[in-house]
């Protein structure tokens, strides 16, 4: 018998998932909550944070198993909603998703567990904050606590933009996020971003993902939610993952265990390769979203089984292979983006794509037209031999996308270079 899955969301980490579970000879029928443009075929018109509605649907469909892709409904309690209605869920519960749902919360776990991070303190009083910021100067790192869309993390170079970036969370530039914040030590290195399957007492890393964060070429510009990744970073060693496991991975899900909050779900490390090791700079709790894209080209075996074995305690049990190409996602974001952007821009999209794949992420269908509906619009990804092939086939193929002033940067995975 095929299995009914439930991909929740809407953007390209949801295409790109629900992209490689309808592969899985194990699936019969998808479905994506709210899903865009495409994953048409799949689409249910239920929103991501509608948790009882999708509760509903996916008992009255007989749903087998449903994958949360954003961070949202998992801070809402998605999780044990799902579970005390007898569905059968691959994510988180409330409690453990406090990881990513809360700065101040991560580096509790991070102290207990003794992981290698940067110095930090907590602050809900502006005036305390700026004492601190002053008495550790610049750089440093100012947080909103809370959920703000991967954009509530300041990287402040100067003592005044630190000041400035205090000011500007606390008076609510990302809403009730910005009521705390953690000021932390800058840290010098290579940013790493490294996912890990877990079902609370094993834990398999992904491939190693390098995101481009800010808005344009050479690292400049505002952070964003992300402009394109590549896989794997030449940085990155066989050796270097035994570390991150030993001394991050490991020691964290051992603190959730002991806290009674078993971590089960993507446990997503962004790392900070320094000179004196690799550091978490922070946890999320779901799969990355541009990482997903090129974590899903490079993986050659089923994901199906990986989550469902994930949701019975049993991923020991699983292998992964993956492959050894490298894979490139460049983002076409809308004029604009990060800032004010138009949506409902023509897009037209080339009817064969016999390399790569293009992943929808803020796209609709308009009157049978195809329009740009968010800031991060398509994420064009391939796979090559090695990373100057995999760059020149993701670029070949944006070249073949009529998207009227699309931003996008051209030198996604250059560092790798």
Known sequence: MGKKVLVVGGGGREHALAWKLAQSPEVKQMFVAPGNAGTLEWNVPIAANDIQGLINFALAEKVDLTVVGPEEPLSLGIVDAFREAGLRIFGPSQRAAQLEGSKAFAKVIMQEAGVPTAQWQTFENPEEAKAYVRQIGAPCVVKADGLAAGKGVIVAMSLDEALRAVDEIMKGAFGDAG????????LEGQEVSLLCFSDGLTAYPMVPVQDHKRALDGDQGLNTGGMGTYSPPPIWAPALEEVVKEQVLYPTLKTMRERGMPFEGVLFLGLMLTLRGPKILEYNVRFGDPETQVVMLRLKTDLFPILWACTEGRLSEQRLEWTDETAVCVVMAAPGYPAAY??????????KVDQGVIFHAGTDLQQGQLVSAGGRVLGVSALGKTLVEARKEAYT?????????AHYRRDIGIKGL
């Open 342 to 351: 138009p949506k409902g821009i023509p897009l037209e999209l080339p009817t």
């Open 397 to 405: 193929l944006v070249e073949r996308i009529s998207f009227p002033g």
């Open 179 to 186: 009521k705390r914040l953690v000021i932390e030590e800058y």
